[in-house]
């Protein structure tokens, strides 16, 4: 599909939700499946992703339902899987992937776990050496990353362990690791000590807690928030549309996810919370981005961490900018969807825009960008991201079916905010 959004004649404006979370989805799929009983969790979003954690939940044997938004999942417990050596598929969920690593592992369930070709060519070494230490029997598939390393790939293939308690220092700041072995860990008797470095979203230990903390879990009663990741794309096109003034009502505002909020204000553009809550354990927001001059700024270090989704939604505020806009320490970035700062830099140049690749981030030298035409690289993010530069430029992308892996209501939301009037 191609996709051309029109250049914007006037002001974005309006309040619009987005889908709910595809973090807690996915969480919260997984977590209703180990609890004793029924969960029920209500603005569930329906995408390609969560329907990749439902499906492989479904071939291990935990079906789950979805009518309206409303989730029903009836849980079997921590224990292993019911369907002994199924094979689940993960499509390009990388989440769904190496959350479900932990829990298969823990449970001592017998399973191979595969998915999409874009799937198989990320790095699983960094769940597949800790989850050895702790005593998980894998067998892996020999790989090469984005970087040219061998590494240990999907599909991956779990007998019947018996884990024990572990230290482990994570070698990279990865939620996915982290909640990986925190779902092991569920199953191990002793105190495993996980080290981090850097501030990873912590939702995994916020929705376990709601559910007693460890086995046997409580079901899962929960109203998912919006998703921060998908309204990032749309205070993106609010802050490059001049005048616009937009409200993305009942979001996530967990501190670990809001550093696109943080680099949006210090590059200039007016960001508002109103109407602050906690909903199961998470805090939740209406939030206000008011255009304003947009300078750029240099990014590195615990705010990367915070951001780490949102770096294609940068990209295209960065391209309209006034002055260099300047991502390091993001090295990361390379084992996305797509390598995402080889993706971004190339595709910007595509379109005419001043772009320099680091091998740990890249330089956007705003005020440059022609147009042209863009492709998605199979990463539903550079979709939405080259989408955005249409909204200044004549940019058309190409690919940009992938967007429907996580947000399929983008182009009928931005026009609801008035894009394309
Ligand atoms: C996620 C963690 C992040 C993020 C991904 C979702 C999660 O990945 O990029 O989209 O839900 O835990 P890493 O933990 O690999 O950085």
């Known amino acids: ?6 250049i914007a004649a006037h002001p974005l404006s309006g309040d619009v939700t987005v889908p709910g979370d595809k973090s807690l989805a996915h969480r919260a799929a997984l977590f209703a499946a180990l609890a004793e009983g029924e969960s029920v969790v209500s603005n569930y979003p329906d995408s390609g992703v969560t329907r990749a954690m439902r499906g492989a939940l479904a071939s291990l044997g935990v079906p789950s339902s979805l009518e309206q938004g409303v989730l029903r999942v009836v849980g079997n417990g921590y224990r ?9 598929y993960c499509g390009n969920s990388a989440t769904t992937f190496r959350l479900l690593a932990g829990v298969v592992a823990g449970t001592g369930s017998c399973a191979t776990l595969d998915g999409s070709a874009g799937l198989r060519k990320r790095p699983m070494d960094r769940i ?53 072995l925190q779902l092991a860990d569920l199953g191990v008797s002793g105190e495993s000590h996980f080290t981090v470095p850097g501030p990873v979203r912590d939702h995994t230990v916020r929705m376990l807690a709601a559910m007693g903390g460890k086995p046997p879990l409580k079901p899962l009663h929960a109203v998912l928030p919006g998703d921060i990741s998908s309204a990032a794309f749309l205070f993106a096109a609010a802050a490059i549309v001049p005048g616009s003034r937009i409200t993305v009502t009942g979001i996530g505002v967990n501190p670990t996810r809001t550093g696109i909020l943080d680099i949006l204000a210090q590059m200039g553009a007016q960001v508002s919370y109103a109407n602050e809550r906690m909903e199961m354990g998470e805090p939740v927001a209406d939030v206000t981005l008011s255009a304003a001059p947009l300078a750029g700024i240099t990014i590195a270090g615990d705010l990367v961490v915070r951001t780490i989704d949102e770096f294609p939604a940068l990209a295209a505020v960065a391209a309209f900018a006034e002055g260099d806009t300047v991502v390091r320490e993001a090295r990361e970035l390379r084992y996305k969807e797509s390598d995402r700062i080889a993706a971004i830099v190339t595709q910007l140049r595509t379109l005419g825009a001043d772009a320099e690749e680091y091998p740990d981030g890249f330089r956007i030298r705003g005020g440059t960008l022609k147009g042209g035409t863009a492709h998605a690289n199979g990463d539903h993010r550079l979709a939405m991201s080259m989408a955005l530069c249409g909204l200044r ?13 996580s947000f399929p209501s983008f182009v009928p939301t931005l026009q609801a905010l008035g894009a394309g009037r």
Do not use: K, W
Request: aromatic letters at 4%; charged letters at 10%; one cysteine or more.
């Open 128 to 180: 597949v050496d800790p989850l050895r230490q702790m005593g998980a029997v894998i067998q892996a598939t020999p790989g090469v990353a984005a970087d040219g390393r061998n590494v240990s790939c999907a599909p991956l293939t779990f007998g019947a362990g018996h884990l024990h308690a572990v230290d482990y220092t994570l070698p990279v700041a990865s939620a996915q690791v982290l909640s990986c």
């Open 1 to 6: 599909m191609e996709l051309t959004l029109p």
């Open 393 to 405: 430029a004549p940019v058309t992308v190409e690919g940009a079916e992938i967007l429907n892996e």
């Open 80 to 88: 292993p899987f019911p369907n002994v050596g199924a094979t689940a």
